[in-house]
């Protein structure tokens, strides 16, 4: 956690905000030992980030002084990232990695390899994956969270939701085997599409291309997709 | 599991290998449902790699047919990587990532911030180092073993082996708040440092700097090391 994040719920004016929940409490105490007056790195949930000092702190509560937040999170990446459900251990660690490196909207989408249970786990309650979402923007100090879309159908999505997408947007499907290696330095808005472990089957391949994406690899080397969805951003942007 | 990996033990002969232990035995009773007759990926652990025909399988051994294995595992990674030890979740993970996206010669590294029980994990074993860069060989269809050297002491390192390694390498220090991005497409033989969570201590950095390294960053957002370390070799590479 290298920023305490700030939701709307936690600020009782302009200068104060109280923290209660146990997770940050114990965060505060545990690994940054924090003792009243210390100034630690603050955020406001969608706001601004700066230092804060710590009022007053005691096993229910910590008040801090936001009245000096003062910075703009850091830029995101110009990118929809379109998923194919990993599975839910996958999943969570995913949503932490690809937050933490700026995505700011994220489908996720079934395809034939995606298995049926996937679509049932805990993990993908609200929940679950704003607590995820909340672990990227505390590790990468930012404030903005990403927005998550679940797309339960594949043909629904590909026919009636990814024209819209791809309106001011290049769309670039990432698959092995494809002809052109994935570019590099990109600055224009981006939908990438990442299949799931096992990949894409033709025909899905075949209605990403039709509706416009462009096919790209990484190389010969099958990454997993934790591996994989971090490369591609890497490399891109 | 993409590729079968048969290491030198396996070998009867130039045509057969058997494969005796439970962890492959498992994985392709439960996830190839592999039958007498299939055709599947096998690799040589520092050799060729190919298709070959599973000639008969039982709860004790699975025997292949080795003969046609005729092609070369995917390029490597021009790069030594030289990363702080990180905590041995973290450790098992990494090792994986970078195993994987093809890294061959790695060095863990003590710095002022890696908690000294790190090295007293059982995570450093070299049975348990070598189980994941097997997993990770086997993920990404690869055959060669990355190398792996702990390097206990910093200074002993920075001043005894580092000048070494940087002949004929150029250094990156990838900390954050240095001047320059981090390049993009090098082709050239590089030494890649990364430190651990919370940094390299200014002392380090200087270290480090006067060995030859150039620092390099990756932007703002500070990133869980398993997450920046891909990160830094997608985009380098």
Redesign the interface.
């Known amino acids: 956690m ?1 920023l305490i994040l700030l939701s709307p719920d936690d600020l009782e004016n302009a200068r104060l905000a109280r923290v209660r929940d146990p997770r940050r409490l114990a965060h505060l105490a545990e690994v940054h030992r924090a003792r009243v007056g210390d100034t630690l790195t603050l955020g406001l949930e969608g706001g601004l980030l700066g230092r804060g000092e710590l009022l007053s702190l005691s096993d229910e509560e910590a008040v801090f002084d936001v009245s000096g937040l003062d910075q703009a999170p ?1 830029p995101a990446l110009p990118v929809h990232l379109v998923l194919a459900l990993p599975r839910p251990r996958m999943l969570a660690r995913t949503l ?2 690809v937050t ?3 995505v700011k909207s994220l489908t996720l989408l079934n395809t034939r390899r995606v298995e049926k249970s996937y679509w049932q786990s805990p993990e993908l309650s609200e929940d679950k994956i704003r607590r995820h979402l909340l672990l990227g923007l505390e ?4 404030t903005r969270l990403p927005t998550v879309t679940l797309a339960k159908g594949f043909r629904p999505f590909v026919e009636d939701r990814l024209p819209a997408l791809l309106e001011g947007r290049q769309g670039l499907l990432a698959h092995p085997g494809m002809p052109d290696a994935c570019p ?2 990109v600055e224009a808005p981006t939908l990438l599409v990442v299949g799931p472990e096992g990949g894409f089957i033709p025909w899905e391949v075949e209605r990403l291309l039709e509706a416009g994406c462009r096919g790209i690899h ?7 997709v934790e ?1 994989a969805v ?6 891109l942007f």
């Open positions: 290298n850091p932490e990695h933490a490196l700026g590790q990468a100090r930012d590099r330095g990484l190389g010969p080397r099958i990454l997993r591996t971090t490369a591609l951003l890497a490399r």
